[in-house]
T-cell receptor
Framework: DQQVKQNSPSLSVQEGRISILNCDYT??????FLWYKKYPAEGPTFLIS?????DKNEDGRFTVFLNKSAKHLSLHIVPSQPGDSAVYFC?????????????FGTGTRLKVLA | EPEVTQTPSHQVTQMGQEVILRCVPI?????FYWYRQILGQKVEFLVS????????KSEIFDDQFSVERPDGSNFTLKIRSTKLEDSAMYFC?????????FGQGTRLTVV
């Protein structure tokens, strides 16, 4: 049961261009969404989050958009840099569950080409 | 950024042996977690721990697994009798009420 889906396993983008990573979810109880970045042999690093009461959150080059009616969120990175090359995981949690556990997507490997 | 530290970074063990993975989470955080990632797969929730007891666990977290926080500092995951399929990266995480911070992981290899 994949409650959080990232349908693109990989994405290549030219340096300086925009990277758009997508994520879909099925559980309408999710009320908090996050993006994590992961390098090989390291733990996930928090990138940006969004609460379900918002539809956009911006932090520097990173913007997350949430479309609740479509149960879809996306991460925009602009401009993309070679150091952004990593695996990006979308995660969701239902605060009402009381545990704040995250359900992760399968990840999208981003490669930014110099 | 706050740090969650895990030891060891890599553990090799024989099938059937017990292993203990250790984590020092952020002291003022409330919830502690173990996740795992089998090579090439997604990060999966194992267990959450709050107020010195398990608050939720997944189907993966069967009787072979246990967690404890014996001294209010270290947070441990014990696997009693390891199986080959337990080979994975195990991540400890801690959260207050927003984002979780993850440790760098322990790579467990069961041979």
């Amino acid at each position: 049961d994949q409650q959080v889906k990232q349908n693109s396993p990989s994405l290549s983008v030219q340096e300086g261009r925009i990277s758009i990573l997508n994520c879909d979810y099925t559980n309408s109880m999710f009320d908090y969404f996050l993006w994590y970045k992961k390098y090989p042999a390291e733990g996930p690093t928090f990138l940006i989050s969004i609460s379900s009461i918002k539809d956009k959150n911006e932090d520097g080059r990173f913007t997350v958009f949430l479309n609740k009616s479509a149960k879809h969120l996306s991460l925009h990175i602009v401009p993309s840099q070679p150091g952004d090359s990593a695996v990006y995981f979308c995660a969701a949690s239902a605060g009402t569950s009381g545990t704040y556990k995250y359900i992760f997507g399968t990840g999208t490997r981003l490669k930014v080409l110099a | 950024e706050p740090e969650v530290t895990q030891t060891p970074s890599h553990q090799v063990t024989q099938m059937g042996q017990e292993v203990i993975l250790r984590c020092v989470p952020i002291s003022n955080h409330l919830y502690f977690y173990w996740y795992r990632q089998i090579l090439g797969q997604k990060v999966e929730f194992l267990v959450s721990f709050y107020n010195n007891e398990i608050s939720e666990k997944s189907e993966i977290f069967d009787d072979q697994f246990s967690v404890e926080r014996p001294d209010g500092s270290n947070f441990t995951l014990k696997i009693r009798s390891t199986k080959l399929e337990d080979s994975a990266m195990y991540f400890c995480a801690a959260t207050g009420n927003t984002e979780a911070f993850f440790g760098q992981g322990t790579r467990l290899t069961v041979v």
